[in-house]
C-alpha cells in the first residue's frame, strides 16, 4: 500500500500506536523527535501517515524499561 493511499495519524493515534499520552507525542514534535507531518490540516492540523509512524517507530530508541 502506497503511503498516500494511508490513513492519516493525529497525536491521538500516534501516542495510541507507541504507548505513551498525546502530550508526549507533542514534546517529541517540539523537540525534533517526530518526522516532518505529511498532511497539514486545513485548520493547522498535524497529520501523519500511518506507515510514516510506523517506520519511525520501528527505528526509535526504545525505553530504558521496556
Given at each position: 500500500m502506497s503511503p498516500r493511499n494511508g490513513e492519516l495519524w493525529s497525536y491521538t493515534e500516534i501516542a495510541a500506536h507507541i504507548?505513551?499520552?498525546?502530550?508526549t507525542v507533542?514534546?517529541?514534535?517540539?523537540?525534533g523527535?517526530?518526522?516532518?507531518?505529511?498532511?497539514i490540516t486545513v485548520l493547522g492540523s498535524p497529520r501523519w501517515?500511518?506507515?510514516?509512524?510506523r517506520a519511525w517507530?520501528?527505528?526509535r530508541p526504545r525505553n530504558r524499561d521496556h
Open positions: 504507548g505513551v499520552k498525546p502530550e507533542k514534546s517529541y514534535r517540539r523537540h523527535m517526530l518526522p516532518e507531518p505529511d498532511v501517515y500511518a506507515d510514516t509512524i517507530s520501528a527505528r
